[in-house]
């Protein structure tokens, strides 16, 4: 491996830690090497907090070393005020010599203005090491700011079969849920819901599954809840409801909301799945799980919105009951979780 790519290794391994917590923010990591060796690290937390660049040059003990030393950072430096300084001020400030960039910022505010002034102030500026790599880390962050609107995860379980629910009959009869997967396969799920922003689902999967919609299986904050309700018939006791974490309900109904839940009219003649990602965009909302039923889901597939599709298959059989969507698409990846099947779809033309 080429050194510069060791060294942006590096900052891509550092950045992944600040998955599900830089938002609106993207991710970022940096490294300080000098004569061969790293001497500082850092990466961004928290939008407000400060920036990989600015905690890597912190954690720099001899800062003397900093006008012999290459910095490598994932993301091009920030050149504005924000919530912090200028990270593209700060390398000057320390007249670091040489600068390697894996990709450039997407966002209008920077967009190669931080590139432009490192070279002006002098710098060595390399740029485009890992650019892919560095691209596929921020594809939330770059899909919100290049297509305005959320980046979209398709997700659903589904029997072997092929059917994401039994009849009716099957499901009213305890009242209790019925798990198509094991727990380790529900674990990864509630993972994810700590890393997007928001979670959708429609009308029907609210009244037959009576979900929370929150994270309670792994550690982390729960998203956005949003529900696809053209009529109100979701109850107010419902947990979608509860003070867990905030719901925006999709309605054509007016109705008031309170502190922690919203109601948004569309127009449900037109495009709703559109429609939603206009909403979400509008919101900042840079991700969004869709673990709606059947046909919440293939809107969102007909319509060609989505990035990513993930399809758990555990380990049973209906005979009947609810088709899982259709997604005509070519798999990317598989693993196994314990008995289940876990495969990996991703939207090339998306």
């Known amino acids: 491996m080429k050194i510069h790519e060791k060294y942006m290794m590096r900052c891509i391994e550092l950045a992944k830690n600040g998955l599900g917590t830089t938002y609106p923010n993207p991710m970022v990591g940096s490294v300080i090497v000098h004569n061969d060796t790293i001497i500082g690290e850092g990466w961004h937390r928290k939008a407000g907090e ?41 390398i000057i400030e320390h007249k670091i010599p040489q600068v390697i960039i894996g990709s450039t910022d997407v966002n209008p505010q920077v967009a190669g203005r931080g590139i432009k002034r490192l070279i002006e102030a002098g710098c060595d500026v390399t740029v485009g090491v890992l650019s892919e790599s560095c691209d596929a880390l921020n594809k939330r962050f770059i899909t919100f700011h290049t297509r305005k609107r959320p980046y979209i995860i398709l997700k659903w379980a589904q029997s072997v079969d092929h ?30 819901r700590a890393q997007e922003q928001a979670i959708l689902v429609g009308t029907q999967t609210v009244l037959d599954d009576h979900p929370s919609l929150t994270t309670r299986d792994w550690d982390g904050p729960s998203p956005l809840r949003v529900v696809i309700d053209r009529s109100l018939k979701v109850p107010n006791s419902a947990s979608v409801f509860d003070t867990a974490a905030p719901t925006l309900v999709i309605t054509e109904q007016h109705k008031e909301g309170t502190t922690t839940n919203t109601f948004e009219t569309i127009d449900f003649s037109r495009s709703v799945p559109k ?36 399809v758990f298959t555990g380990n049973c059989t209906f005979d009947e009951g609810v088709k899982a969507p259709v997604l005509s698409v070519e798999e990317a990846s598989e693993e196994q979780i314990k008995n289940d099947r876990l495969q990996i779809f991703k939207n090339k033309n998306s």
Do not use: M
Not at 181 to 190: A, G, K
Not at 284 to 307: A, H, K, M, P, Y
């Open 50 to 90: 400060p920036h990989a660049e600015v905690l890597a040059v912190q954690s720099v003990s001899d800062k003397s070393k900093l006008k012999e030393a290459t910095l490598y950072v994932s993301l091009e430096p920030c050149s504005h005020y924000g919530k912090t300084p200028p990270c593209a001020d700060l």
């Open 163 to 192: 059917f994401i629910a039994p009849t009716k009959t099957v499901r009213s009869a305890d009242k209790k849920p019925v798990w198509i997967t094991n727990t380790f396969s529900r674990q990864r799920v509630h993972q994810l």
């Open 275 to 310: 429609q939603i990602c206009e909403s979400l965009h509008a919101k900042e909302i840079q991700s969004v799980i869709i673990e709606g039923g059947t046909r919440t889901l293939q809107s969102f597939i007909d319509e060609n919105l989505w990035d990513e599709a993930l």
